[in-house]
Every structure is written in structure tokens, then in C-alpha cells.
T-cell receptor, first 113, second 113 residues
């Protein structure tokens, strides 16, 4: 089955620790995206990548980092510099054309204690 | 800049009643418009999208939306809702020349028996 996987589903970390969220797709999509979702805030774009080895900051990139070394993988690191990291994180991918549908993974709920 | 306003944060409705979820957008260029649905603790799934052509767009699960350029709106409708339609609905816009989607803050549809 083609799709997007995110792991783990739930993640707990202590304050001050970096944590990496996994996102893998087997849809052969060029573009990948990371969003953060908070109650009542909708989806806010953290980072996106339109091609391997290239990525751009979204609206709320501070305190986050990404890499895109392979077409199918786009991991997100939440660093200790992110002031309020507890949230639901969603990864998506698309072919890359403007009207393309973005396909979403099931999400990772990160709780920082 | 592009933006989306979803006018209602919650819409309560009885089963088998019609529903309209409102979405207005702002963009200085031609747009592509999307409606996504999110069930609790899951990723987003595309309901329908407008790219060009007919302003009435039909999607999955009996939903439809009408693109109104003069009113910059893209309202989502269903003539008869089911309990299973209880979910959060997100409107999104991508302007021509933009690389990313901008999402609204979401509308929670609450269907009761």
C-alpha cells in the first residue's frame, strides 16, 4: 500500500531534550511538508522541501530543523530552542504541482514534560 | 499574501439536516482551493478541490463546494449529514505562484442524533 508513515504515534520527552520525528513516504512524491497543529490554530507550516537536498522555512521554523537526504524521508528535529514544543505534528507529501493534493500521515503527538 | 478565514469554529447540527461550512479566502492571484477533513487523532484527508472550470465541485462522502470568485468564498455543503460526519474540516488555499498551502483554523462539525 502506498502512503505516508509517521512514527511514533505518541512521544514523550523531557524539557531540554532534542527529539526527532520520522516521516517516510512511498508515493514517489517530490514535495514534503511538516505542519504543527494546536487546538483552534489550524495547521501551521514548519518546513517544506520540494526536492532532495533542498528545503525552505515555513511560517514557524524557529526551534526546528529538517533534512532531506532521500526522496522518501523528511525527518523533523524539535530542538531545545523550541519554546513550546507540545503539539500534534503532521507530515504531508505531494507531487509538487500547484493543484496537487497533499497526502497526510497519521501524525505524531509530542508531549514535553 | 494569501489567507483563509473559516467563519465558524463549531457548527452543531442534527443528523439528516443540511449543513454549510463557510470559507473565505484572500489572495491577489488566481487560486486553487481545497477542503480537507480530519477525524480525531488522525491525519487530514482530501474531501474535494477546485482547480479551474465548473464552480461547483463534488467530493467524497456526498460533500460539494461552490467557488465564488466575486465573494472570494468556497463554502462546503452537504444536504443530509450523518453521525459519522462528525469531524474537523479545514479549508486551504494555494495562490498561483505560491509554493505552499495556507490553511484556515478549522470548523468542528458536531452531528447529534
Amino acid at each position: 500500500d502506498g502512503g505516508i508513515t509517521q512514527s511514533p504515534k505518541y512521544l514523550f520527552r523531557k524539557e531540554g531534550q532534542n527529539v526527532t520525528l520520522s516521516c517516510e513516504q512511498n508515493l514517489n512524491h517530490d514535495a514534503m511538508y511538516w505542519y504543527r497543529q494546536d487546538p483552534g490554530q489550524g495547521l501551521r507550516l514548519i518546513y517544506y522541501s520540494q526536492i532532495v537536498n533542498d528545503f525552505q522555512k515555513g511560517d514557524i521554523a524557529e526551534g526546528y530543523s529538517v533534512s532531506r537526504e532521500k526522496k522518501e524521508s523528511f525527518p523533523l528535529t524539535v530542538t531545545s530552542a523550541q519554546k513550546n514544543p507540545t503539539a500534534f505534528y503532521l507530515c504531508a507529501s505531494a507531487r509538487g504541482d500547484p493543484g496537487d493534493t497533499q497526502y497526510f500521515g497519521p501524525g505524531t503527538r509530542l508531549t514535553v514534560l | 499574501a494569501q489567507s483563509v478565514t473559516q467563519l465558524d469554529s463549531q457548527v452543531p447540527v442534527f443528523e439528516e439536516a443540511p449543513v454549510e461550512l463557510r470559507c473565505n479566502y484572500s489572495s491577489s492571484v488566481s487560486v486553487y482551493l481545497f477542503w480537507y477533513v480530519q477525524y480525531p487523532n488522525q491525519g487530514l484527508q482530501l474531501l474535494l478541490k477546485y482547480l479551474s472550470g465548473s464552480t461547483l465541485v463534488k467530493g467524497i462522502n456526498g460533500f460539494e463546494a461552490e467557488f465564488n470568485k466575486s465573494q472570494t468564498s468556497f463554502h462546503l455543503r452537504k444536504p443530509s449529514v450523518h453521525i459519522s460526519d462528525t469531524a474537523e474540516y479545514f479549508c486551504a488555499v494555494r495562490g498561483s505562484g505560491y509554493s505552499t498551502l495556507t490553511f484556515g483554523k478549522g470548523t468542528m462539525l458536531l452531528v447529534s442524533p
